[in-house]
């Protein structure tokens, strides 16, 4: 019975899956293989659910390993999850609220985010923890501070690069910019960020996370007139959510302090 049809012994079998693993990259099926085999026999396994069962396991990796990328790229300066968000330390938070952004219907259609309140009131967490949630539910994320990404804009300028760096910015799904209204920019740099809003007016979600109720931002957007076409621009259709004056970072310390001294 020699021939093309001839049985490969166990050994070149999963030699040929090993190397077609590598060719067609699929890393995932290739590290379970031998595990869902003993089980597939173990648990007499159909073909068809042996298959599934690789199959399923090389989508979620892959899925997973996307969002990692995606959540990397995003830039953020340390990993904030919404599931640690403290309710209890912070009451000026809903749950209900946080929760619904959490679903990004807000990044699909969009809109707009505001989180304003104090240091240590969890704006940052929010900001970095919703930003995660949308690079997991498929959709590209950019992390920048105020003033690092107003330094960036003015640089590009100067080198006649304005145009790509807007563009860039305006290309991804949700652009996170945290400590807004900590510096006074001058009328160049407040002028090139709302440029950047203006690129991703209505297509694109914009998340800022700001000290600085709506009232002071003339502090930093000197130009009236131009800072209320950024107020505009960032509440238009969009959530405000106050996270309010009392630090939980704060209370926290002080919590550590009165038990230690207990």
């Given amino acids: ?154 640089e590009a300028a100067d080198e006649k690069q304005l145009t790509k760096t807007i563009a860039r910015y305006g290309r991804v799904d949700l652009l996170c910019i945290d400590e807004l209204g900590y510096l006074e920019l001058d009328r160049r740099g407040a002028e090139m960020l709302f440029q950047v809003l203006t690129e991703r007016e209505e297509k694109s979600s914009v998340a800022i996370a700001s000290n600085e109720s709506f009232g002071g931002w003339t502090r930093t957007f000197t130009d009236p007139r131009l800072c209320a076409a950024i107020v505009d621009r960032l509440t238009f259709n969009g959530t405000i959510i106050e996270t309010g004056t009392e630090s939980y970072r704060l209370a926290q310390t002080r919590a550590k302090q009165q038990q230690t001294k207990g």
Avoid at 1 to 17: F, Q, R, V
Avoid at 117 to 131: F, M
């Fill in 1 to 154: 019975m020699s021939g093309p049809h001839h049985t490969l012994t166990e050994p070149a079998s999963d030699a040929a899956i090993d190397t077609a693993c590598r060719v067609l990259r699929l890393p995932t099926m290739r590290a379970q293989f031998h595990d869902t085999v003993a089980r597939a026999e173990r648990e007499h396994l159909s073909y068809r659910g042996f298959l599934a069962e690789l199959l399923i396991a090389e989508c979620e990796d892959r899925d997973r390993r996307r969002s990692e990328r995606r959540i990397r790229t995003a830039g953020f300066p340390r990993q904030k999850w919404l599931s640690d968000f403290d309710y209890e330390a912070n009451p000026n938070v809903t749950p209900a609220v946080i929760n619904n952004l959490a679903t990004c219907e807000w990044v699909k259609k969009g809109e707009p985010l505001c989180l304003i309140g104090d240091s240590g009131t969890g704006k940052s967490h929010l900001l970095i923890g919703l930003g995660t949630a949308a690079a997991m539910a498929g959709f590209r994320v950019r992390y920048a501070l105020a003033a690092k990404l107003v330094n960036e804009l003015v």
